[in-house]
């Protein structure tokens, strides 16, 4: 597409010039915040189809052409060749650490993982039967409460918030994992390895000890990556507009978390498992489980498939399903329920329904396969999505809050109500 030169926008034979803000690549924007003032006018733009809500430097999507990159780099190559901590400072910091600053990250992570007793508690007084996404969202709010040094938007706290929720978060999600069990909240041990300790945490017996398979390391670091960020979605969109108000990034962070547990969003990786059961249990032909998504009639949509910008294969989703079947048959998983999801890939890409509407498989289609594979509960699978999302989160509360054009977060309306009524006395109605 050639670019936009001018823009002009003609109301009532009235025309006004609007500007146009230049991206590196990818859409330019119109801007449209001087409307109101110069004609009367909003903009109307139900669910953001078309409404950049700001400048961000930190994550690039083509989704024609199924591209995301991390402040510049493919995707395919940190999946290849990066660690999710050496990712969290990419997407954090800019670039990629040197060496030093790589350990020095790392290190400063780990030494903040050990948790404050009272969150401990907290985490206990919830029922063993609660949703793990409501319970890490009120615990990332009550973070805030332990810590307050770290509350604030000073340099030095938003730098002790940031390795404190990459720290204290993963704990956190590991305990989730071990409540569901029954087992004792454990110590963080000084100077772990993040996702083995994440691991050893979430799944060693009484005595703290776990043999850390190198096939599931590898595999929770890669899906970490994966996750890490993904511009302004709806998660890291409500971390922004919460932020906006200059709520902390705690509070901030946990309303993300809210906004990630929809199965519209992060939530889609349980639902997808959870449709796979489904469809075995009803005892559906795959045809027939897709003819009913297309009737619409009962409301069931392709969970995992769709999406708002990617109008062909998700990279994530590629990537998940090239290496599921190695890890898959390395850790034991479910190859039948595998088998069955890429038998409803290939049956839905090929049917006029889902090519009409450009419609692909996501990141979620595939992930929940090998969470299972690696032993975690299907209710535990937003969570580990929460834990790889977090630095995405930090980064762009981080960028907004450095932003000088930041405003609060406010939308406009069409107000369809009543124009004026006058109060009815309670007997006169
Ligand atoms: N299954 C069946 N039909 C679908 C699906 C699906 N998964 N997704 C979209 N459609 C259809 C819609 O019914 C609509 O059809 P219509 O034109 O006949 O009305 C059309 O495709 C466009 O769909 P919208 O809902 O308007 O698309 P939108 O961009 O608003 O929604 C979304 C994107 C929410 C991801 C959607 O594709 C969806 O619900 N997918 C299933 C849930 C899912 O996997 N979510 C995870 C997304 S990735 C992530 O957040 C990490």
Known sequence: ???????????????????????????????????????????????????????????????????????????????????????????????????????????????????????????????????????????????????????????YEIELATVQLLAKTAVVIAYLQRRVTGGELIEPRPGGHYVDEFMRIAFSGPDGNLDIDPTVRRALDLLLILHADHEQNCSTSTVRIVGSSQANIYASVSAGIGALSGPLHGGANEAALRMFDQIKEQGDTIEQFVAKVKDKAEGARLMGFGHRVYKSYDPRGAVVK??????????????????????????????????ERKLYPNVDFYTGLLYSAMKFPVPMFTPLFALGRMPGWIAHYREMMNDPRTKIGRPRQIYTGEVERTYVPMEQR
């Open 1 to 155: 597409m050639s670019q936009v030169t001018d823009a002009r926008l003609t109301v009532d034979g009235s025309a006004s010039e609007l500007e146009i803000e230049r991206a590196t690549i990818g859409n330019d924007g119109l801007s449209v915040a001087n409307l109101l003032s110069t004609t009367g006018l909003v903009t109307v733009d139900p669910g953001f189809m078309n409404t950049a809500s700001c400048e961000s430097s930190i994550t690039y999507i083509d989704g024609d052409q199924g591209i995301l990159r991390y402040r510049g780099y493919p995707i395919e190559q940190l999946a290849k060749s990066s660690t999710f901590l050496e990712v969290a400072y990419l997407l954090i910091h800019g670039d990629l650490p040197t060496q030093d600053q790589l350990t020095a990250f790392n290190n400063r992570v780990a030494r903040h993982m050990h948790v404050h007793e009272g969150i401990k508690t907290f985490l206990e007084a919830f029922p063993r039967s609660a949703h793990p996404m409501a319970v890490l969202s009120g615990a990332v709010s009550a973070l805030s409460t332990f810590y307050p040094e770290s509350v604030g938007r000073g340099e």
């Open 322 to 355: 090239s290496v599921a079947d190695k890890v898959l048959e390395q850790l034991g998983g479910n190859n039948e329920t595998f088998d069955m999801a890429k038998r409803l890939e290939e049956i839905a890409l090929s049917d006029d329904y889902f090519v």
